[in-house]
């Protein structure tokens, strides 16, 4: 697991990016970091759309834009949430994120202070992986 200092980073991250979620339909606001090898931090927040099977996940946007900018693996992922609700990621999320690592560190957190910590192998066990990510 990531240490201390960097998931207090991560975290102030999220609560920073939220502001910028669009989410007019479930008023579920969501936010991610991810975290590369490189030591660098990319954000993403849920984007909704009326027609919601085109709703976009906040660490799906997160991983793109991370890989947009050239990365290629991933080391953690921590999603946050306005409210009671932890933020687990959803199947097409822990696939995505699988794609760029298996082993990398999960964290959800909720504005009351709630967090859990996983390893995305353990959200995902026997996951769609080429044979080179095994």
Excluded: H
């Amino acid at each position: 697991m990531i240490d201390k200092i960097t998931e207090e980073k991560m975290l102030s991250l999220a609560k920073g990016a939220i502001k910028n979620s669009y989410a007019p339909y479930s008023g579920f606001r969501v936010s991610a970091v991810v975290l590369t090898p490189s030591g660098k931090y990319y954000t993403g927040v849920n984007v909704e759309n009326v027609s919601y099977g085109l709703t976009m996940c906040a660490e799906r946007v997160a991983v793109y834009k991370a890989v947009s900018e050239g990365e290629k693996k991933i080391s953690a992922v921590l999603i946050y949430a306005e409210g009671r609700d932890l933020p687990y990621p959803c199947g097409a999320c822990r696939q995505v994120i699988a794609e760029f690592g298996y082993d990398s560190d999960i964290i959800v957190a909720n504005s009351e202070g709630k967090i859990e910590k996983f390893k995305l192998s353990e959200l995902l066990p026997k996951a769609f992986l080429s044979f080179d990510k095994r």
